[in-house]
């Protein structure tokens, strides 16, 4: 039975080192047997970093092994469309277009001079100064539509068993989710939003709060249908931070607004006649969004960095010593799989944060001031009652 176990375990480490290996040697035996070019780091973290127009999976004997997505251009009225695969990784041009190869184009499509279809001369005059419109399915666009059937699938078949179910206790996957869907309710929107307006706003922190946690999971995978960036990629932060932002202002009550443009017991020196207060609030509504973009954005592509860099360590090292190479391999490996659970709490510590703050912000925009002013006041005066003249004399 123990010699049963020890397979088994031994068994699923050498499985995920190879996962490790076959999702992260993209660039490290392509380069050297075709091109002899030595091992970039920068590279290789960038490439595993950054948006792309295919999805690789692996390299095999020098030659990549990637899922072609679609390129879709729309470009002075005409759609332009074809597989991101006529583009051979940046070194053929189809129709003109071509992935860009100078610093300034790196990581777009560009449109050449010339309507070239196969090898070209990367010169960086052929790059036409025209504009189009870029729609193409990425990377990341694709994990979006992924992750977005996984959470309809989930969501989906819960619903369904609560419609056949709904008198019964839950089970399986349905007991989990309803577990963390109550934890959300009554320890974020409920203490935030308040018992009254909660209701409104929940679907929204919910779908916000398992979007950010499964993409952050499925960025974790070190293989396809994961390790895309999504939730480091600043656009998708940036989108969800703008819906915050426009729940939160759409939201707001008149007290609110009011004490964002007129505070109440600032000094009126403050207000005029430089308003100085309306200012800084003002400036308040569009910071505080902002920070919850750049705090995940920030964290989870901090994270993908620092492991893919225990990688990169192995292929340093084994340049410069093939021996030394072996021999740091397993302690990359260990701070590769450090790395690998901490990124894990920081998934859910991330998408927590996000909600929490959301839910605040909500709160804040919704909660009636003054109302709370005023019952503040009443506990006040029945706290410290007046005293009878009677009382007095005596």
């Known amino acids: 039975m ?6 088994i375990k031994w068994s699923g480490i050498f499985f995920l080192f190879f996962l490790i290996f076959s999702s992260l040697n993209t660039n490290a035996s392509g380069s050297e047997t075709h091109e002899s070019k030595k091992f970039e780091p920068g590279k ?71 309507n070239v279809t196969g090898h070209f001369e990367k010169d960086p005059e052929m790059i036409a100064e025209s504009s189009f419109y870029d729609i193409s399915i ?41 577990i963390v869907i109550v934890f959300i309710r009554d320890e974020v929107v409920i203490p935030s939003i308040g018992t009254a307006k909660y209701a409104k706003y929940l679907p929204y922190i919910l779908t916000l709060f ?49 004490h964002i443009f007129n505070t109440p017991g600032v000094p009126w020196w403050l207000k005029l006649p430089i308003p100085i207060m309306p200012i800084v609030e003002a400036m308040g509504i569009f910071t505080k969004p902002f920070v919850l973009m750049v705090r995940l954005f920030a964290n989870i592509t901090a994270g993908h960095i620092i492991v893919i860099g225990f990688i990169s360590l192995i292929f340093i090292f084994g340049e410069m010593s093939m021996g030394v190479g072996y021999a740091l391999s397993p302690l990359s490996l260990i701070f590769y799989l450090f790395m690998g659970l901490l990124e894990l709490i920081v998934a859910f510590i991330q998408a927590y944060l996000f909600t929490l703050l959301s839910s605040l912000y909500i709160g804040m925009a919704v909660e009636d001031h003054e109302a709370h002013e005023g019952h503040a006041t009443h506990e006040s005066d029945d706290t410290h009652p007046v005293l009878e003249p009677s009382v007095k004399n005596n």
């Open 138 to 178: 990425t990377k990341n666009v694709c994990s979006l539509f992924i992750s977005i059937s996984l959470l309809l699938g989930i969501f989906f078949s819960i619903a369904k068993s609560y419609k056949k179910r709904p008198i019964s206790a839950p089970k399986g996957l349905q007991t989990l989710m309803e």
């Open 44 to 114: 290789f973290i960038i490439d595993h970093v950054i948006d792309s127009y295919g999805w690789h999976i692996t390299t095999f004997k020098g030659h990549s092994i990637s899922i072609p997505l679609p390129v879709i251009l729309w470009d002075n009225g005409k759609l332009v469309t074809f597989s991101s695969s006529k583009f051979h990784h940046g070194n053929s041009a189809y129709k003109g277009y071509a992935l860009g190869f100078t610093k300034e184009t790196n990581g777009n499509i560009v449109k050449l001079k010339e």
């Open 2 to 7: 123990n010699y049963k176990n020890n397979t």
């Open 210 to 258: 398992f979007f950010i946690l499964i993409n952050n999971l499925m960025g974790l995978i070190p293989i396809f249908p994961g390790g895309a960036n999504v939730t480091g990629n600043i656009a998708v932060t940036g989108i969800l931070a703008l819906i915050t932002l426009l729940i939160t202002s759409f939201s707001g009550s008149k007290s609110y607004w009011k």
